[in-house]
């Protein structure tokens, strides 16, 4: 099992930056593909972007080009960076966690951290 904490949300203004940061427990971390997850007020919760554990990464359309993810198997974190940010990017942030073992997968979430996007 792994906890997730979540990490540098907060307000900024449309066009600004930020990073946000997952750190992971436990000593497997490197066998999790990661992913972060956003869910806006009134919307379902949608893959915002994903690295396996080989480092491939996958992007959701609404953030292609302008976020950017990143893990450290060392530290045991996760990283999104997020530049160009839009009003419509304001949501909370999940962090997720991935174990696939044979065919069968089971994730783990953070507790997800707010990003406001706002002049």
């Known amino acids: 099992q792994v906890q997730l904490v979540e990490s540098g949300g907060g307000l900024v203004q449309p066009g600004g930056s930020l990073r946000l940061s997952c750190a992971a427990s436990?000593?497997?971390?490197?066998?999790?593909?990661m992913g972060w997850y956003r869910r806006a007020p009134g919307k379902q919760r949608e893959l915002v972007a994903a690295?396996?554990?080989?480092?491939?990464?996958d992007y959701g359309d609404a953030v292609k080009g302008r976020f950017t993810i990143s893990r450290d198997d060392a530290k045991h974190t996760v990283l999104l960076q997020m530049n160009s940010l839009k009003p419509e990017d304001t949501a909370v942030y999940y962090c997720?966690?991935?174990?696939?073992?044979?065919?069968?997968?089971?994730?783990?979430w953070g507790q997800g951290t707010q990003v406001n996007v706002s002049s």
């Open positions: 436990g000593n497997i971390f490197s066998f999790y593909a």
């Open positions: 690295v396996t554990r080989g480092g491939s990464t």
């Open positions: 997720n966690a991935r174990l696939t073992i044979a065919s069968t997968s089971t994730n783990f």
